[in-house]
């Protein structure tokens, strides 16, 4: 089972982190690729260039057995389609290896704006997970492709290739990279939203702020 989790992470924080954790302990223990994006195709400029975004990241999971980094995005350059992404991965894992993409419903809703997203069913499974005061308008199209694909459970995930849609519904915590920015850029604390490592770099990176200070 190859599960991926894309997003900004612009900066990572413990929504992300404790839902990529929450999604693994659904696949019995089975990896999660964090997939940091290049250029996001449906919002404005990030925070961080790039390689702050990723370097915040491997702070974040590092030592964890559970997280990886899928630093493809990254590296393809321009704006980052989740298409190509599965497209490249099924590539790698052939035809039969189940695979799977974790999206927020607030990110779901707005699916049927992603580039080729009719093709998304056919390359993986898509594991939908409820985010906070959001819920899916089932008359909207992503709404009915869940309910054309929905999942009875991760079993029927594991013995399929791709073409299932899975809700997920774990506790969550109301946490958003925007909430975070708006903190920093007002010179509140973001303790506790984000690991002290990450925190760490935003400091020493100078990121999200009103108006950065040279360190010297
Ligand atoms: P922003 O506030 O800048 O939009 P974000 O916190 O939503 O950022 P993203 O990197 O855009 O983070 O999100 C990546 C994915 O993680 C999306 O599918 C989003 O729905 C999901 N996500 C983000 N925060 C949480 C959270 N607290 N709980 C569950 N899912 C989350």
């Known amino acids: 089972m190859h599960v991926i989790y894309g997003g900004t992470f612009d900066p990572v924080h413990h929504g992300h982190l404790r839902l990529a954790l929450e999604v693994s302990e659904c696949f019995e223990g089975a990896p999660v690729s964090l997939v940091p994006c290049h250029i996001p195709p449906h919002r404005g400029a990030t925070g961080a260039t790039a390689q702050q975004r990723l370097r915040m990241l491997q702070q974040a999971i590092a030592g964890d057995p559970y997280l990886r980094i899928d630093?493809?995005?990254?590296?393809?350059?321009?704006?980052?389609?989740?298409?190509?992404?599965?497209?490249?991965?099924?590539?790698?894992?052939?035809?039969?290896?189940?695979?799977?993409?974790?999206?927020?419903?607030?990110a779901f809703a707005a699916f049927d704006r992603w580039k080729e997203w009719e093709q998304i069913p056919e390359l993986a499974h898509i594991i939908v997970v409820q985010r906070p005061g959001m819920t899916l308008n089932p008359e909207t199209r992503p709404g009915r492709l869940l309910a054309e694909r929905r999942a009875g459970g991760t079993e029927a995930l594991r013995h399929c290739a791709s073409g299932y849609v899975l809700e997920l519904d774990p506790p969550r915590l109301d946490i958003s990279a925007t909430g975070i920015r708006e903190r920093l850029r007002m010179g509140r604390s973001a303790r506790y939203l984000v690991p002290e490592t990450v925190l760490a770099e935003i400091h020493d990176m100078g990121l999200y702020r009103a108006c950065p200070v040279t360190k010297n």
Do not use: H, K
């Open 71 to 106: 630093d493809r995005e990254l590296n393809r350059g321009g704006a980052s389609y989740t298409a190509d992404t599965l497209r490249q991965l099924r590539c790698e894992l052939g035809d039969d290896e189940p695979l799977a993409m974790v999206v927020g419903t607030d």
